[in-house]
């Protein structure tokens, strides 16, 4: 009796729980199917692929390509993006020199205080400094930036959805808006101040490209400066900045895996070693 009032309490479960399966399936259906299609979900489009170095289980960051974003953050973002989660000494895991930091650090103004006055002032960065916001507040930023307020960078791979994949999309994704769209939704038409980006949330951005020529950034190791390579270097220098220690978390990662996977085996065979007579009796 009560193994059949027991499959009888689990079938009841199973009914109810298939049937609120199928009845939030058809919700979600129905609703769909009735949202009316909008501009966003038509136009928007899913960042291109990109092939980093870092990329994968066993992906190491390439020194020379992280210079080379560092120099592309430094004379085209860094007016208007902060990096507020990295001080100028960080620098030294891209194979900067001491001197080399230091020289960088100097060519930042970051706040201060006037030792004579106590007066707020700006002074040359120290290598233990931490890179300065490029605008005093948000009123000033969004001011400079048709009411947008440039967000940090530090973490910006690991704050979007396909990371660097993201940043490389959005930098080279600048086109003029398609006839198609404006067709299908008049009132989605690009406003004043504002440019056509597919791989942007709503279509729209406040900043304009900031890659704009071949050239716009002179590197030093002889490289071609495209915008397709600026914008590839870039991102991979941000994810850097969002994760400077992934290479040697990969690195430590796998010896510690095998580590537990020999344990595994180890603790099985003691099990077997321990337990073999028992089990006779």
Not at 162 to 188: H, K, W
């Amino acid at each position: 009796m009560i193994r059949i009032l027991s499959i009888l309490v689990g079938l009841f479960f199973s009914v109810a729980l298939l049937w609120s399966f199928g009845n939030g399936a058809a919700t979600v259906i129905s609703e769909g199917q009735l949202k009316p299609a909008t501009a966003e979900h038509e136009f928007h489009k899913h960042p291109r692929h990109l092939d980093l170095a870092s990329n994968g289980a066993f992906g190491t960051f390439d020194k020379q390509q992280l210079q080379r974003g560092f120099q592309v953050y430094k004379e085209v973002c860094a007016a208007c993006h902060s990096l507020r989660h990295v001080a100028f000494r960080d620098l030294k895991a891209l194979g900067y020199n001491d001197d080399e930091v230091k020289a960088i650090a100097a060519g930042f103004q970051v706040p201060g205080v006037d030792a004579n006055t106590g007066e707020p002032n700006l002074r040359p960065g120290l290598a233990t400094d931490y890179f300065p916001q490029p605008f005093a507040n948000d009123i000033a930023a969004r001011a400079a930036n048709n009411n947008a307020v440039p967000p940090d960078l530090s973490l910006m791979t690991k704050a979007r959805h396909d990371g660097a994949a993201y940043v490389y999309s959005l930098l080279t994704g600048y086109q003029n808006q398609p006839a198609e769209l404006i067709r299908q939704f008049p009132d989605s038409k690009t406003g004043p101040g504002l440019h056509y980006n597919p791989y942007f949330a709503n279509l729209n951005l406040a900043m304009a490209p900031p890659l704009t020529a071949e050239g716009q950034v002179s590197y030093g190791d002889g490289t071609k400066a495209t915008v397709d390579q600026m914008a590839k270097d870039v991102s991979a220098f941000l994810v850097w900045t969002a994760e400077p220690k992934l290479d040697k978390r990969k690195q430590t990662g796998w010896p510690v895996l095998g580590f537990l996977l020999f344990a595994t085996v180890l603790a099985y065979l003691a099990y077997k070693n321990v337990w073999a007579d028992k089990k006779k009796h």
